[in-house]
C-alpha cells in the first residue's frame, strides 16, 4: 500500500476521496458532540451530567483534530466550525458533511429518556470504536496518527455506556434492565449500518472498492460488522443484557459519500 | 476563612510554601450546605433513599461531602477554561490551539474522573465504611 505524508504531493483523485472522508469525520465528530450536548437535558444525577459534559468536549476535540489536518490540505475549516456553531439544528448540506444518524431531527427520534443516552454509547459507540479503528491504518499517515489519539479515546466513550447503563439499573433495578433491553434493537440497526452496506452484492457502496484500493479503507464492511459484534456482545453482557437476534442494519442513519 | 493549626511547625510550613506563591484563601467559604442539596440526590439508591442533609452529618461524613464537592468545583474552573480554548478556535483552528484544547479537556476529564472518585469514597463513608 502506497503511503502519503504531511507534505507530499497527492494524487488529485485520491486526495479529494481523502478530503471527502476526512470532512464526513470532522463534521460529524462535531455534529455528534452537539447532540450529545442537547442529551444533557435528560442527564437524572449531578456525575451523569458531568460525564456527559467530558464527553462533549471529547467528541469536539476530535472535530478539531481532524479539521487541523484538513486546513494543511487547503480546505477552509473555520466556515465548517462556523456553520456547525451558529445553526447546530440545521447546518448547511453545501458546507458540512454530516452523518443522518447526527443530524437533529433524525437524531431527537431515538432520545426519550437517560436510559436511550446510556444505551447509545453501549450500542452504537462500538461501531464507532470498530470503523474508525481501521483508520488508523491508512494510507494518508497524518490522520492514521490523529485517529490513534481518537480510537483510544472513543474506548473511554465506550465504558462511559457501561458505566451509565450499570448506574440506570442500580437506581431502577430490574424493571429498568428490562425497559432498557428493549430499548437496544433501535440502537443496534444504526450501530450495524454505521459501517455502510456489504461490499458484494447489488447493494454494495459504489465508493467502496475505490476508497480500499487507496488505502483509505483498510476493512470491509463484513469485517467491521464481526468486529462490532464482537465488542457489542462482551459490553452488553458485562451488563446483564442479552444481544437481541434478527435485528436488521439501518443504513439510512448515515451517508453514502461518494465522490463524481 | 482559614483557621490555623495550633501546631507551630505546621504554620511554619505556610512560610515555606508561600515562598513558592501560596497564599491564605481570603474569600468567604462556599456553601456547602446549599450545594450538598442540590447534589445529594446521587446517593439515594435503591438500598437507601434516605440522604442526610449537610447540617445533620458527622464532621468525617462532612468532609467527605466537602472533598466531594470541592471536585466538582475544581471540575468546573477546567470547564470554564474548555469553553475559553474553544472560543480562540472559533477565531481559526491552528495545530497551537488545537494541542492548547486537547490539554484543557484532558484536564477536565480528569477532573471528572476525580470528582467520580470522590462519590464513590463518599457513598462509602455514608454507610460508614472508612477504609
Known amino acids: ?260 | 476563612m482559614v483557621i490555623p493549626s495550633p501546631d507551630k511547625l505546621v504554620e511554619g510550613n505556610v512560610s515555606v510554601l508561600a515562598k513558592f506563591g501560596y497564599q491564605a484563601f481570603d474569600g468567604a467559604d462556599e456553601d456547602w450546605t446549599g450545594m450538598w442539596a442540590l447534589l445529594k440526590g446521587d446517593f439515594a439508591t435503591a438500598e437507601s433513599s434516605v440522604v442526610p442533609d449537610f447540617d445533620a452529618m458527622t464532621p468525617s461524613k462532612q468532609e467527605a461531602a466537602k472533598i466531594y464537592m470541592r471536585r466538582r468545583l475544581i471540575a468546573d474552573r477546567f470547564f470554564e477554561e474548555c469553553r475559553a480554548c474553544q472560543a480562540d478556535l472559533y477565531k481559526g483552528i491552528d495545530t497551537e490551539q488545537m494541542e492548547r484544547y486537547t490539554l484543557a479537556r484532558d484536564a477536565y476529564e480528569d477532573s471528572v474522573n476525580h470528582f467520580g472518585e470522590a462519590r464513590e469514597k463518599l457513598e462509602q463513608v455514608l454507610k460508614g465504611i472508612f477504609w
Open chain 1, 1 to 260: 500500500m502506497k503511503t502519503y505524508d504531511k507534505g507530499d504531493k497527492l494524487p488529485d483523485h485520491y486526495k479529494e476521496c481523502l478530503i471527502n472522508l476526512m470532512t464526513f469525520q470532522a463534521d460529524s465528530e462535531y455534529a455528534g458532540a452537539q447532540r450529545v450536548a442537547e442529551n444533557h437535558r435528560f442527564a437524572p444525577r449531578p456525575e451523569e451530567a458531568y460525564r456527559l459534559s467530558k464527553k462533549v468536549m471529547e467528541e469536539m476535540g476530535h472535530g478539531y483534530y481532524i479539521w487541523n489536518l484538513l486546513r494543511d490540505l487547503g480546505v477552509d475549516v473555520d466556515s465548517r466550525l462556523h456553520e456547525l456553531a451558529s445553526n447546530s439544528e440545521n447546518p448547511d448540506p453545501k458546507i458540512v458533511n454530516v452523518i443522518n444518524g447526527f443530524r437533529k431531527e433524525n437524531w431527537s427520534a431515538f432520545f426519550e429518556c437517560w436510559e436511550d443516552v446510556a444505551l447509545f454509547s453501549t450500542v452504537v459507540t462500538p461501531a464507532a470504536v470498530a470503523f474508525l479503528g481501521q483508520y488508523r491504518e491508512c494510507s494518508y499517515l497524518p490522520w492514521a496518527r490523529v485517529n490513534v489519539r481518537i480510537h483510544k479515546e472513543e474506548h473511554g466513550h465506550l465504558a462511559f455506556g457501561v458505566w451509565a447503563s450499570k448506574r440506570c439499573i442500580e437506581f431502577g433495578g430490574e424493571k429498568t434492565r428490562e425497559f432498557m433491553q428493549q430499548r437496544i434493537p433501535k440502537f443496534m440497526q444504526m450501530g450495524l449500518g454505521f459501517y455502510g452496506r456489504p461490499s458484494k452484492g447489488d447493494g454494495k457502496s459504489e465508493m467502496f472498492d475505490i476508497y480500499h484500493e487507496y488505502g483509505l479503507k483498510i476493512k470491509t464492511p463484513e469485517e467491521l460488522q464481526a468486529e462490532y459484534l464482537e465488542l457489542l456482545t462482551d459490553r452488553l453482557g458485562d451488563i446483564g443484557f442479552e444481544v437481541p437476534q434478527g435485528v436488521e442494519a439501518d443504513y439510512d442513519m448515515r451517508i453514502g459519500y461518494g465522490v463524481e
